[in-house]
């Protein structure tokens, strides 16, 4: 078992930036990758951006050149550092991690809001 735990979330003005922090504990050994989905009331699940065990890293295209994922794997760490954020960025974030394929929830955080602000 894997737990992940988000952190960072929170309200901000359109424009700014906000860092979200996801600290994975439990059998680390077994993933293969981690990352970010988000979720805007009434709307599906959409990946956000996840990075490998490699240290590949891939983006939606709406967060591309904003958004950055990157990992610490001496603390066993996530980060995201999102940029330039818009309204349409005003989503629960939730952070992932997988233990066959990249993109798999295996296993979920409990969400942290993002509020970006007009």
């Known amino acids: 078992q894997v737990q992940l735990v988000e952190s960072g979330g929170g309200l901000v003005q359109a424009g700014g930036s906000l860092r979200l922090s996801c600290a994975a504990s439990?059998?680390?050994?077994?993933?293969?990758?981690m990352g970010w989905y988000r979720q805007a009331p009434g709307k599906q699940r959409e990946r956000v951006a996840t990075?490998?065990?490699?240290?590949?890293?891939n983006y939606a295209d709406s967060v591309k050149g904003r958004f950055t994922i990157s990992r610490d794997n001496a603390k066993n760490m996530v980060y995201l550092q999102m940029n330039s954020l818009k309204p349409e960025d005003t989503s629960v974030y939730f952070c992932?991690?997988?233990?066959?394929?990249?993109?798999?929830?295996?296993?979920w955080g409990q969400g942290t809001q993002v509020t970006v602000s007009s």
């Open positions: 992932y991690a997988a233990k066959g394929w990249i993109y798999a929830g295996d296993y």
């Open positions: 439990g059998n680390i050994r077994s993933i293969t990758g």
């Open positions: 990075i490998t065990s490699g240290g590949t890293t």
